[in-house]
């Protein structure tokens, strides 16, 4: 390379410069028998330092012939003795073998140190630094505008069933199977580092912007074949993350860009994602809202309005359910759906949650069947022992009613892990609190599931109820979820109810419940009293 034969030629031209200048003061100062000779040892030791045990020892021996040559002393013309050349040449080589083979040891010390610290002890693969080091070579590179440098992180998803089931040394067996497999699919190869325990970053050279996903996407498919692990079949399941080296990109915003379209992959169960510069943005928002949110709850910017719930047997009001809104600036109403999916995956959660249950208990202390409040519940409150301490001391210290309280809890939320679900579901319940399912129907769960779970309701989702009128298909699986939800003694309310038509079609169903916009949209605490009085008024006129 360039900058190599550069650095050579510059070193040698130094080692020759302090050669000759030596030799000059030496000479010009009388001769070898004065202390200027010593000078001589300078370009010795450079060129041990620069080029180890070779370099010291040719340098020693050219400075020691260079050295014989001058006298004794220059003015008397005193030529050095015979065994004054022996003893000075045995003197510069051994001055200069020994400062070179020290240096050549602690060169070896050093790239033995900086190997180990390159790599990943347990697979022998290339880590995390030695990616950051080669990117940095790769990307300080000048290359042609198609001359790009792709940069893919694979995630091994379910890694962790590899080590429960046959322990971690076969993790790592798979890790290394895995790196040689994926590089085996690119085309020319590519250099495979291993950056986490259940990760692997893959750099293909010379790669254009439109052959990236079609890359990938060889990767899932020749990735998730199986493995022979420890003699046991294993097949699992990647996750993919890729970027590309366009526009002067440094390692840094590289590595963070593929980090990024990772995890946007294992967010919306994608195989792969190609980064974006939209998913700064959607971070940059994210990072604002929590903040906005973590202020708004210490200045008390959010509120309960509560939607009512009807009982469509007999049309009266069977209670409501409560939904946070936040009132921001200027005293503007944002909905959840603007900030509760970012919320629940912060500590937020928590605060937040309890807000709501605070909130709704004490619209619950009031007597009435229309102030059964139901309130929305995140799976990680679930596991949160601090969220059942305060159900409980609502129910102990403010006695509160048990049964005049509800948490829904959606259903998509509940099926990555079933029995600690039905654990945590099992707690709420043992202090008599109901349990319903919201959003039902929506999840990719089967039915069975249901017998598991010691609920009480289900609430069916308003995607089943848009097509209710004009469906007979509709109507034939809105009839089998309410006959499956009787069939388990469970209460079921149908969400999303915007026609006197589809609040008629589930009471000849037989559903329990309903609520929706054909009887009234969430509303703030005073309205909803007033609202379910005049609602009573008007119900008792009609009869």
């Avoid at 041990?48 to 040719?58: D, H, I, R, S």
């Avoid at 004054?84 to 003197?91: E, P, W």
Wanted: net charge negative; with cysteine; charged share 20%.
């Amino acid at each position: 390379m360039p900058y190599i034969a550069n650095r050579h030629t510059f070193r040698c031209g130094v080692i020759v410069l302090l050669l000759g200048l030596g030799v000059w003061i030496v000479y010009a100062t009388g001769g070898t028998a004065y202390a200027y000779a010593y000078l001589m040892l300078i370009p010795v030791l450079l060129a041990a330092a620069w080029y180890a045990l070779p370099g010291g020892l040719l340098t020693a021996l050219v400075v020691s012939i260079s050295m014989t040559i001058i006298p004794l002393d220059v003015g008397q013309g005193i030529e050095q003795h015979y065994a004054n050349y022996l003893l000075r040449i045995a003197f510069y080589l051994v001055i200069g073998g020994t400062a070179g083979w020290l240096f050549q040891s602690r060169r070896r010390a050093f790239l033995a140190q900086h190997d180990a610290a390159r790599t990943d002890q347990p697979s022998g693969l290339a880590n995390q630094v030695a990616l950051g080091e080669d990117l940095h070579v790769m990307l300080s590179s000048p290359v042609s505008p198609v001359a790009t440098t792709g940069l893919i992180k694979v995630k091994i998803t379910d890694i962790t069933d590899v080590i429960e089931a046959l322990g971690l040394e076969a993790a790592d067996e798979l890790v290394i199977a895995m790196s040689q497999r994926l590089c085996e699919a690119i085309r020319g190869g590519g250099q495979v580092y291993r950056t986490g325990p259940d990760e692997l970053a893959l750099v293909v050279m010379d790669v254009a912007p439109s052959d990236l996903d079609t890359i990938s996407q060889r990767l899932l498919e020749v990735g998730e074949e199986s493995f022979l692990i420890s003699q046991v079949p294993v097949r699992v399941q990647l996750a993919l993350g890729c970027t590309i080296s366009e526009d002067h990109k440094i390692p840094s915003e590289l590595l963070r860009e593929a980090r990024t379209a990772l995890l946007a992959s294992i967010r919306l169960r994608r195989g792969y994602t190609h980064f974006s510069p939209t998913f700064d943005q959607r971070s940059l928002e994210s990072f604002k809202l929590i903040a906005q949110v973590r202020e708004g709850l210490a200045a008390r910017e959010f509120e309960l309005h509560y939607q009512p719930k009807i009982c469509l047997a007999d049309g009266l009001v069977c209670g409501c359910e409560g939904l946070i809104r936040w009132r921001g600036n200027g005293g503007r109403l944002i909905p959840p759906a603007h900030f509760m999916p970012k919320v629940e995956s912060t500590s937020l959660i928590g605060p937040l949650t309890s807000f709501v249950a605070q909130t709704a208990s004490a619209i619950s202390l009031q007597a009435g069947t229309e102030n059964k409040v139901a309130i929305n519940v995140s799976v990680h409150n679930l596991a949160d022992d601090a969220f059942h301490d305060l159900l409980s001391d609502l129910i102990n210290q403010s006695c509160l009613r048990p049964d005049n309280l509800e948490v829904e809890i959606t259903e998509s939320g509940l099926m990555d892990n079933i029995e600690t679900a039905r654990v945590a579901i099992q707690r709420i319940r043992d202090l008599g609190i109901g349990v319903s399912i919201d959003d039902f129907g929506t999840g990719f769960s089967s039915f069975e599931y249901l017998q598991h779970l010691p609920i009480t309701g289900l609430k069916i989702d308003r995607t089943f109820v848009i097509s209710l009128e004009g469906d007979e298909r509709a109507r034939k699986l809105m009839a089998c979820m309410i006959d499956i939800g009787h069939a388990l003694n469970l209460v079921v309310t149908a969400e999303g109810v915007e026609t006197p038509q589809q609040a008629e079609i589930l009471r000849q169903l037989g559903c329990d419940q309903a609520q929706g916009f054909y009887y009234s949209p969430a509303l703030p605490v005073t309205e909803y009293h007033d609202w379910c009085r005049d609602y009573l008024g008007s119900l008792t006129r009609e009869r």
